[in-house]
C-alpha cells in the first residue's frame, strides 16, 4: 500500500496517471512485466545504481557499493527464489491521496492517523525531506 501511495504522490507531482485503486495498480505492474520478468527490472536497477555510485570516489559510493554489493546478494539468494511475478491477492483500498493534503492543506477525505505514542515533549517529525539533493524519509 505505502509504495502505491509513494508512488501516486510523485506521479502526481510530474503529471503522470495516477491509478485510484489497488487493483488499477496491480493490473500496470502485470502489464509492464508482459516484455520483462520483475527480476530482470530488478536486476537492471541494480546495475544502474551500482554504475551511478562507482563514479563517486569519495566515502558516499564506496559505502553505497557495499549495500549495492548487499541488495545483490538479497536478490540471488531471496527474491529471485520467491518471485510472484506479481500473482498475488490483496485486499482492495484507496491509494490515491487527495492533492489537499499533498500540497500541506487540510481536507475531509485524509488517511487514518497512525496509533502512535510518543513521550511528552520529545520533538518527532515525519514525511519526507531533502538531504544533499536527495529525497529521505524522516
Known amino acids: 500500500m505505502f ?3 509513494a508512488h501516486n504522490a510523485v506521479n502526481a507531482r510530474l503529471s503522470k496517471p495516477v491509478p485510484a485503486t489497488i487493483d488499477e495498480c ?3 505492474l502485470r502489464k509492464n512485466i508482459e516484455t520483462r ?3 530482470e527490472y530488478r536486476v537492471a536497477y541494480l546495475n544502474h545504481i ?3 555510485w562507482q563514479t563517486m570516489q569519495d566515502i558516499s559510493g564506496i559505502v553505497a557499493l557495499k549495500k549495492i554489493a548487499e541488495m545483490r546478494k538479497i536478490e540471488v539468494t531471496y527474491f529471485a527464489v520467491r518471485d510472484t511475478k506479481f500473482d498475488v491477492t490483496l485486499v482492495d483500498q484507496g491509494v490515491v491521496i487527495p492533492r489537499s493534503i499533498l500540497e500541506g492543506g487540510s481536507s475531509e477525505v485524509a488517511p487514518p ?3 502512535l505514542r510518543f513521550a511528552p515533549g520529545a520533538n518527532v517529525q515525519a514525511g ?3 538531504v544533499g539533493g536527495r529525497i529521505r524519509l524522516r
Open 3 to 5: 509504495v502505491f501511495r
Open 26 to 28: 496491480m493490473n500496470l
Open 37 to 39: 520478468t520483475p527480476a
Open 50 to 52: 551500482y554504475r551511478y
Open 113 to 115: 492517523a497512525p496509533s
Open 128 to 130: 519526507f525531506r531533502f
